[in-house]
Nanobody
């Protein structure tokens, strides 16, 4: 099993980034996919998740209206479009997979994890 994130970087406040996660080694279409983030000195927190069929999504309150999660089951990818970025969005962002069909928001419930990609929002 492998999850590989890409797309992180340095962006100014108000800017945008698009994170991608390429999955392999499991039946991607059967898994809920999530994005979590961990800022320096803080616990890993839920950001967004999308159900296996793409018909249900969930976001943490602080990113609603700014971030959009999407998936392509044919390409085994999940993406996170991040707009209107703020300095408090600075963190390492992780892609994760959960075989349960109900969207969950706590990290221990996810089965597979990527290595993370750094997002830094600063002027």
């Amino acid at each position: 099993v492998q999850l590989v994130e890409s797309g992180g970087g340095l962006v100014q406040p108000g800017g945008s980034l698009r994170l991608s996660c390429a999955a392999s080694g499991f039946i991607f279409g059967g898994y809920t996919m999530g994005w979590f983030r961990q800022a320096l000195g803080k616990e890993r927190e839920f950001v967004a998740a999308i159900r296996w069929d793409g018909d249900n999504t969930r976001y943490t309150d602080s990113v609603k209206g700014r971030f959009t999660i999407s998936r392509d089951n044919a390409k085994y990818t999940v993406s996170l479009q991040m707009n209107s970025l703020k300095p408090e969005d600075t963190a390492v962002y992780y892609c994760a997979a959960d075989y349960r069909i109900v969207i969950r928001t706590t990290a221990p419930e996810y089965d597979y994890w990527g290595q993370g990609t750094q997002v830094t929002v600063s002027s």
